[in-house]
């Protein structure tokens, strides 16, 4: 039988997404949207004096693996500074690609592994990625 695309794994960790919310300061924003799937996201980021990661909020509209993929970015980002995530976003763009075998470039992210197959998905699940950079390269 062939496993599903949407595994319930994957729509749990979809609902498991928080909503949006104020945070104490916005230091950084992007708003970013998929011209392959039309998912949307809006992500706010607060830094911390090292430029890294304190909180964020984001917004998002988005397929099944697209808010997932921002569930694992809202649990799994804290602390991480611009390096980090840009290289994240480069690792996680091979692994989709099927260019590495490795899924460890982000805690969780071996949950989205039926997507690898469906290139159409894979904008979705960068996204959220592309938009935290793009808030933090926004930042004050």
């Given at each position: ?10 729509l749990r960790l979809a ?49 099944a693996f697209g808010q ?73």
């Amino acid at each position: 039988m062939k496993e599903p695309l949407y595994t319930t794994e994957i729509l749990r960790l979809a609902a498991s997404l928080g909503d949006p919310h104020s945070l104490e300061r916005e230091d950084g924003q992007a708003e970013l949207r998929s011209p392959t799937c039309g998912s949307r996201v809006t992500l706010a980021v607060q830094l911390d004096k090292h430029r890294r990661i304190e909180r964020l909020s984001m917004r998002v509209h988005a397929c099944a693996f697209g808010q997932a993929s921002a569930a694992l970015v809202e649990r799994h980002s804290r602390g991480r500074n611009h390096a980090e995530v840009s290289d994240t976003l480069v690792d996680l763009s091979r692994w989709l690609a099927g260019q590495s075998d490795t899924n460890a470039v982000w805690p969780g992210i071996s949950t989205l592994a039926p997507a690898r197959s469906k290139s159409a998905r894979h904008g979705a699940i960068l996204l959220p990625f592309r938009a935290l950079l793009k808030a933090m390269e926004a930042a004050r």
